[in-house]
Each structure stands twice: as structure tokens, then as C-alpha cells.
């Protein structure tokens, strides 16, 4: 049996980390998420995960940028070489950056899988409400991350839907709206 190269589709707050804690789990996969290393390697340099992204294009990050970018391709290299479980943790939110993901996988020895997040723009304020709720909790143990709701926004006018062209061996379709909307009526009844 083929390992597993899961590629998960969706904008933040959908719910791709939580699928991959509770439905992938058995995999033990390596979880390759490039704003994990943005906010680690961004720490080390007195930047916040936002500072990070706000100033995406200082030249004078140059060097950090390229930093996250090698990260991330060592973390593919090394769970590839290993034959480890893969599941990538990124909003791949159109054909490019799915293109540029799957690039990784030279040889047959993996099943390509995307995990498609049902979303549409209707879903916006509650994924913004999801992700308020986030920051809050992050805010707690001092960590800073706040996706800005233009962001929702913007993703959502990029978004391209998975096609079988696209080279995935697999394409799984999940529908957690009901969690989304049910999540913002519990949280704005207790706050």
C-alpha cells in the first residue's frame, strides 16, 4: 500500500488542522505547515507571525523569507526520504500553490489525496468569528496571530476548485458547515 500525501484545501478557521488531529491520526503523518514555521523562525527574530506577514515584502526580510521557503522544503525532503505519511497543512486555496505542493511527490511510491473543504463566501464571518476566537486563546499563552478579514476575502476571490487534472490520485470532499455555523451561534451565546 501506497504512503499517504494529503493535501488539504481550504481557507483558515475551516477546520484542516482539526480534520487532521481527529480523521488522519491513524497515518502518524508528518504535518508540513509553512505559518508554523513562519511564526518559529519569525520568534527567533523579534517578529510576530502578522509583523511577518505585514511586511512580506521588506526587502530587509529577504533572508528570513527565504529561510521559511527552506524550511519547508527540507521538512518534505526529509519526511519523502523517510517514505513517511504526509498531510500539508495550508489553505491551497488555487491550482498554483497546489501545483507547487505536489511538485514535492517525484515518484509513484504516494497516493496524492486533496481534502476539499466545502466553503463559500457566506461562511466569511464565521470563519472570521472562528478565527477571533483563536486569537483569543493564542493571546493566552502569548502567542500572536491574527489573520486580518480582508484576508478571508481575498482567499475566497483566488479560490479555484479541485479539478482531476490537477494530478491527486484521490479527491476527498468534506462538508463541516454545519460545525462552522454552529460554532459562531455557541460562541457569540457565551461571550
Do not use: C
Amino acid at each position: 500500500m501506497k504512503n499517504k500525501f494529503v493535501v488539504l484545501v481550504g481557507p483558515p478557521a475551516i477546520g484542516k488542522s482539526t480534520y487532521t488531529k481527529k480523521t488522519l491520526s491513524s497515518l502518524q503523518p508528518i504535518i508540513i505547515n509553512r505559518d508554523e514555521v513562519v511564526e518559529q523562525l519569525s520568534s527567533e527574530k523579534g517578529l510576530t507571525y502578522n509583523e511577518y506577514y505585514q511586511r512580506l515584502g521588506d526587502p530587509d526580510l529577504a533572508e528570513l523569507r527565504e529561510q521559511v521557503e527552506y524550511t519547508v522544503q527540507q521538512q518534505f525532503k526529509k519526511a519523502i526520504e523517510n517514505k513517511n505519511n504526509i498531510v500539508v497543512d495550508m489553505t491551497h486555496m488555487n491550482k498554483n500553490s497546489r501545483k507547487r505542493t505536489l511538485k514535492y511527490v517525484t515518484s509513484n511510491d504516494y497516493e496524492k489525496v486533496a481534502v476539499v473543504f466545502k466553503f463559500d463566501k457566506r461562511m466569511i464571518p464565521n470563519l472570521q468569528k472562528i478565527s477571533e476566537n483563536r486569537t483569543k486563546e493564542l493571546a493566552q499563552t502569548g502567542k500572536i496571530k491574527y489573520i486580518p478579514d480582508h484576508v478571508f476575502h481575498e482567499m475566497a476571490d483566488r479560490f479555484e476548485p479541485v479539478d482531476n487534472e490537477e494530478g491527486f490520485d484521490t479527491i476527498v470532499h468534506v462538508d463541516d458547515s454545519d460545525r462552522i455555523y454552529n460554532t459562531i451561534y455557541i460562541s457569540s451565546e457565551h461571550s
